[in-house]
């Protein structure tokens, strides 16, 4: 439906994009203007242009899937079970890359490697936030790329001013010490014992594919069926470890918010739970605000 709005807008069949941020046009030739200049980049860093479109590959399906989780499950945060550039080692072997294809690779884990907040699912909920007839939606996308910009130079500049300030290795341990070296640490470790195919990661790519499309299956064709993929999609992945109880929590008030107080109470609790998660950004950018003044 989109391409058919970007391509052949006058078809009747095509998708109305009247209350989109972007006109399908637009983003159709967006995404065909900047995969290939990503292809040519990646590639000229020494990863091979077969392994170069099965990495983006992987990785885009990672953000789209990430991104669908945190919409329809309304976590705060979702990790991968794996990463795009771990899926090509596994599935080809580090030897058909060479040292050059491994070491490129190892560069690509600053962006889709631990991505626990990336903009496509901020994007997401921003969009179902503003959900709603208006005339205004257009205006939203150049609110979001003026945010995106302002959190990456104030990113950028915050880190390297605490790194310089205090040492980065007084900093988080994993982002400034065992997060900064595992790429390169797996790299070489690829290098100097490389391996063919992994035979049996295929084997659980397979039953893997065929468990999440059979619960999909169910849960499209009957409504009483009780549990949900995402369960399976990220059910064993360790950020679960440290959530689980919130995410439990949430779900049995929900549940029984609706069972006994219908969905008028449901509509009518929804500000005191927002308002729970603007509090804790409230409270934490004003302590913020605080260790500025204070110098504390």
Not at 69 to 85: D, H, L, R
Request: proline letters at 5%.
């Amino acid at each position: 439906g989109a391409f058919l709005r970007a391509f052949r807008p006058a078809d009747p069949n095509a998708v109305d994009d009247s209350r989109e941020i972007m006109s399908y046009r637009a983003a159709v030739l967006i995404l065909c203007v900047c995969v290939p200049i990503m292809v040519v980049w990646l590639h000229a860093t020494g990863i091979p242009l077969w392994a170069t479109i099965v990495f983006l590959l992987a990785a885009l399906i990672l953000f789209y899937g990430l991104t669908r989780v945190v919409a329809e499950s309304g976590m705060a945060e979702a990790v991968a079970s794996t990463t795009g550039s771990s899926f090509v080692v596994s599935s080809f072997g580090a030897g058909s890359l060479g040292p050059p294809g491994l070491a490129a690779l190892s560069l690509t884990y600053v962006w889709s490697a631990d991505i626990r907040t990336f903009v496509m699912a901020s994007v997401a909920n921003g969009l179902k936030i503003v959900d709603g007839p208006t005339g205004k939606r257009r205006r939203i996308l150049w609110s979001m790329v003026g945010a995106i910009a302002a959190c990456f130079v104030a990113s950028v500049v915050t880190t390297l001013y605490l790194s310089y300030r205090h040492g980065g290795i007084n900093g988080n341990t994993w982002f400034f010490g065992g997060g900064a070296k595992a790429p390169f640490d797996y790299a070489v470790s690829k290098m100097l014992n490389p391996e063919g195919p992994n035979l049996a990661g295929w084997i659980f790519k397979g039953v893997g594919a065929l468990a999440m499309g059979a619960l999909m299956a169910l849960r499209t064709r009957f409504l009483w069926f009780p549990f949900h993929p995402i369960g399976f999609a990220i059910g064993p992945i360790w950020i679960m470890d440290h959530i689980w109880v919130t995410v439990f929590l949430a779900w049995a008030l929900k549940l029984s918010i609706l069972r006994w107080g219908g969905v008028r109470m449901y509509r009518a609790a929804r500000p005191f739970f927002l308002g729970l998660i603007l509090g804790q950004f409230t409270c934490n950018g004003a302590w913020l605000i605080v260790d500025v003044l204070t110098g504390a």
